[in-house]
């Protein structure tokens, strides 16, 4: 999943990214408002990550004029502030949740994990399509009972096929839910990574179809 990390301290940025990316999530990281809003205007997101000081601005003015717009990505703020009426206003301004700084990357992992979950309608994290079980959080698939496991790009990629089984996905599309801003590949590698997929899903009815001149799509054959 693609994540907006909004946040001026650039060790603390640094340390969450990397966590995150280790999980295989996408991460863009912006130290002010103005770079965040440049973000969002060019792409979205599946969760925002948002500090409450920042140097040119309040995140609460952003939390306010992101709600203001309808728009529904969940938002995890990342606060100092101890005081109940602090975090029960910031739950009133529309964040999703709140975590307390300085905190563990493990709880801020599981609330990731929880808000999106929420976002998604979903008790669990196990998709079906076809004749195949897909689990997001543990990065596996299982077909005819043999569980297969999926490095972090091969999750992502499937991620966004299982969330829109039949819909066509361009490689810009999908380059922009793998890559971040500060990633310098070309479209190839979604063809590696759909080469990839592929064969984890050779004797399935699961198939990535591709749709010649504009991108892949997931389809289920008899």
Excluded: W
Excluded at 64 to 88: F, G, K, M, W
Excluded at 89 to 103: E, H, V
């Amino acid at each position: 999943m693609r994540f907006l990390l909004v946040e001026d301290n650039t060790q603390l940025a640094k340390a969450v990214a990397d966590r995150l990316v280790l999980d295989g999530h996408v991460v863009d990281h912006a130290a002010d408002l103005e770079t965040a809003h440049g973000f969002i205007n060019v792409t979205s997101y599946d969760l925002i990550l948002l500090d409450i000081m920042l140097p040119d601005g309040d995140g609460r003015d952003f939390l306010t004029a992101h709600r203001r717009n309808e728009n529904r990505t969940p938002v995890i703020v990342l606060t100092a502030r101890s005081q109940i009426s602090d975090r029960v206003s910031l739950l009133d301004l529309g964040a999703d949740d709140y975590i307390m700084k300085p905190f563990d990357f493990s709880e801020l992992e599981a609330r990731c994990r929880a808000v999106l979950r929420r976002q998604g309608g979903a008790a669990n994290n196990l998709r079906h399509f076809a004749d195949v079980a897909f689990d997001a959080l543990g990065g596996t698939i299982i077909i005819d009972g043999c569980t297969i496991t999926l490095r972090n790009r091969e999750l992502r990629l499937l991620e966004t096929f299982f969330a829109a089984p039949n819909q066509i996905f361009s490689k810009t599309h999908l380059m922009d839910r793998l890559f971040s801003f500060a990633e310098d590949v070309s479209e190839n590698a979604i063809e590696v990574y759909v080469g990839r997929l592929r064969k984890k899903l050779e004797g399935s009815r699961a198939k990535l179809e591709t749709v010649r001149g504009i991108g892949y799509r997931l389809v289920e054959q008899s």
